[in-house]
C-alpha cells in the first residue's frame, strides 16, 4: 500500500516587512523589490503616469508662475509700473479709526476776554469747604488722581466721613458704635452710595475693620 503525499505545511501570512522571530520564511519566497532611483525621480514630475490629474495640473501651474515672476523681477520698468500703481493707494493717517472722545464739527472759537482756563480759586481749600456733600462726592468719583479729588477727600474726612478701600465707599457714624475692639467698631452707619441711587443710606450692624480704614 503506497502512503500519501505529506500535506504542504501552512505558513501564516504577515504583511510584507514584518519579520517574525523564529518563523521561517518558505522556499521560493522573494523580498519585495525596492523601487530604483530613477523610479523615485520620476514619482512627482509632471507627466509622470505616477502623478495624478489634478497634482499634475497644480505643479503646471506652480512651474508656470515661478517662471513668470523670475521674468518679472528682471524687467524693472515693469517694477517701476507696479510701485507706482501702488503708491495711490498706501494707509495714509487719516484711514486710521476714529478718536472715541467728543470732536465737535463746527468749533466755536470764544472771544479771548472768556475765560480758557478754571479759575485757579477753584481748587483751593476754602472753596473745597463751602461745597455741599454730594459735590464733594462727586469731585472724588469722577475727577480721579487730581488735586481736586485729595481737596475733596480732605474735606470729607474734615465731616467725619471715612473711606473703606475694600469696598471704595465713604462710611459716616450714624451714632456711638455698639462695640469697639483694637480690629474693628460695629454699629449704625451712614454710607453714600455712589454706584446706586447717589445717595445716602442707613446700615445697621455693620463692622468696620480698621485694615480697611484709609489713613491718607
Not at 479709526?97 to 485757579?120: D, F, R
Request: hydrophobic fraction near 30%.
Amino acid at each position: 500500500m503506497s502512503s500519501l503525499p505529506a500535506a504542504p505545511t501552512a505558513v501564516p501570512q504577515y504583511p510584507p516587512g514584518v519579520n517574525v522571530p523564529g518563523l521561517q520564511k518558505p522556499s521560493g519566497s522573494t523580498e519585495p523589490i525596492a523601487p530604483l532611483a530613477q523610479d523615485r525621480e520620476a514619482v512627482g514630475r509632471p507627466g509622470s503616469t505616477n502623478v495624478f490629474t489634478g497634482q499634475e495640473n497644480l505643479l503646471v501651474s506652480f512651474d508656470g508662475a515661478k517662471q513668470k515672476a523670475t521674468n518679472r523681477m528682471t524687467d524693472l520698468n515693469h517694477v517701476h509700473k507696479l510701485l507706482e500703481a501702488g503708491y495711490p493707494n498706501m494707509p495714509q493717517p487719516q484711514d486710521t479709526a476714529k478718536p472715541k472722545y467728543y470732536v465737535p464739527k463746527n468749533p466755536h472759537q470764544t472771544p479771548s476776554y472768556y475765560p480758557q482756563m478754571p479759575n485757579p480759586v477753584l481748587s483751593t481749600s476754602r472753596v473745597f469747604a463751602q461745597l455741599d456733600v454730594e459735590t464733594l462726592f462727586y469731585v472724588f468719583y469722577y475727577l480721579p488722581g487730581t488735586y481736586q479729588q485729595y481737596l475733596a477727600a480732605k474735606e470729607l474726612k474734615k465731616q467725619s466721613w471715612r473711606f473703606h478701600v475694600k469696598y471704595l465707599t465713604w462710611f459716616q457714624r450714624h451714632s456711638e458704635p455698639q462695640a469697639i475692639t483694637e480690629e474693628y467698631e460695629q454699629g449704625v452707619y451712614v454710607y453714600f452710595d455712589w454706584e446706586g441711587s447717589w445717595c445716602q443710606r442707613k446700615k445697621s450692624d455693620f463692622r468696620f475693620e480698621y485694615r480697611y480704614l484709609s489713613e491718607d
